[in-house]
C-alpha cells in the first residue's frame, strides 16, 4: 500500500498525495483493529439490508503468500534466546522514552518486539510436534515470525502464509478474509445442502 500511495492515483487521492511510511499504516491497523472489523461488519450489514449479501452460497478460496523471511533466517531455540538477549540489552541500553523516540531506538524496540514473538511462535510450533526429536529441531523465523514452510505450486518448501477469502456468490462480494499458517485444500464452495469441491 505504501507503494502504491507514490503511483496510484486512487491512492494518491486517499492520502492527499503525500507519502505514507509504512510503518504508519502498520501502526494504524495494528492501533485500531477493532473500528476497522466493526466497520467491515456495518458495510456487510448494509450490503445484506439492501439485498446484495445473501449469504445463500458463499465461496472459499485461498492461495499461498511467500513470506519475505529467507530460509537462511530460521533459527533453533538456543540462537534465538541469544538474539533475543542481545536485543533486550540494546534496548535497554538506549533508554524508553519514547515520546522523544529516534528511528535507531524504534528498529531495536521492533527487534525485540519480532524476537519475543518468535520466541512465542517456537513455542507454539513445538507444541504441534509429535515427538522429543522434532520439538529439538523446531525452527522459526527471526524476520517473519509467523511464517510456515509450505509446499510451493512450483515444487520445493518456502516460508509463507495462507491468504483466504470468502465471497457471497450472488453478487461477488468479499463476506470473509483471513490469513493463516496452514496449507489447507483452496476452492471449496459451502452452501445450504453442504460441501462441495
Given at each position: 500500500?505504501?507503494?502504491?500511495?507514490?503511483?496510484?492515483?486512487?491512492?494518491?487521492?486517499?492520502?492527499?498525495?503525500?507519502?505514507?511510511?509504512?510503518?504508519?499504516?502498520?501502526?494504524?491497523?495494528?492501533?485500531?483493529?477493532?473500528?476497522?472489523?466493526?466497520?467491515?461488519?456495518?458495510?456487510?450489514?448494509?450490503?445484506?439490508?439492501?439485498?446484495?449479501?445473501?449469504?445463500?452460497?458463499?465461496?472459499?478460496?485461498?492461495?499461498?503468500?511467500?513470506?519475505?523471511?529467507?530460509?537462511?533466517?530460521?533459527?533453533?531455540?538456543?540462537?534465538?534466546?541469544?538474539h533475543l538477549e542481545a536485543?533486550?540489552?540494546?534496548?535497554?541500553?538506549?533508554?524508553?522514552?519514547?515520546?522523544?523516540?529516534?528511528?535507531?531506538?524504534?528498529?531495536?524496540?521492533?527487534?525485540?518486539?519480532?524476537?519475543?514473538?518468535?520466541?512465542?511462535?517456537?513455542?507454539?510450533?513445538?507444541?504441534v510436534k509429535t515427538g522429543?526429536?522434532?520439538?529439538?529441531?523446531?525452527?522459526?523465523?527471526?524476520?517473519?515470525?509467523?511464517?510456515?514452510?509450505?509446499?510451493?505450486?512450483e515444487g520445493g518448501y518456502?516460508?509463507?502464509?495462507?491468504?483466504?477469502?470468502?465471497?457471497?456468490?450472488?453478487?461477488?462480494?468479499?463476506?470473509?478474509?483471513?490469513?493463516?499458517?496452514?496449507?489447507?485444500?483452496?476452492?471449496?464452495?459451502?452452501?445450504?445442502?453442504?460441501?462441495?469441491?
Amino acid at each position: 500500500m505504501a507503494r502504491r500511495c507514490t503511483f496510484d492515483p486512487a491512492f494518491q487521492g486517499l492520502c492527499g498525495r503525500a507519502e505514507i511510511n509504512y510503518h504508519t499504516l502498520s501502526d494504524f491497523r495494528v492501533a485500531h483493529d477493532a473500528a476497522l472489523q466493526e466497520l467491515f461488519a456495518q458495510v456487510l450489514g448494509v450490503l445484506s439490508a439492501e439485498g446484495l449479501v445473501t449469504l445463500e452460497r458463499v465461496m472459499h478460496d485461498g492461495t499461498k503468500i511467500k513470506a519475505w523471511a529467507g530460509a537462511g533466517r530460521f533459527r533453533r531455540e538456543e540462537r534465538l534466546r541469544a538474539h533475543l538477549e542481545a536485543a533486550r540489552a540494546q534496548v535497554a541500553a538506549m533508554g524508553d522514552s519514547r515520546a522523544e523516540e529516534s528511528p535507531r531506538q524504534r528498529a531495536g524496540r521492533e527487534r525485540q518486539a519480532r524476537l519475543e514473538q518468535a520466541q512465542a511462535e517456537l513455542e507454539q510450533i513445538r507444541a504441534v510436534k509429535t515427538g522429543a526429536a522434532e520439538a529439538a529441531q523446531a525452527r522459526v523465523s527471526l524476520t517473519d515470525p509467523q511464517a510456515r514452510g509450505m509446499k510451493q505450486p512450483e515444487g520445493g518448501y518456502a516460508p509463507s502464509y495462507k491468504v483466504q477469502l470468502s465471497t457471497d456468490a450472488a453478487h461477488r462480494v468479499i463476506v470473509g478474509a483471513g490469513v493463516s499458517q496452514g496449507g489447507g485444500v483452496c476452492g471449496l464452495s459451502v452452501s445450504g445442502a453442504g460441501l462441495s469441491a
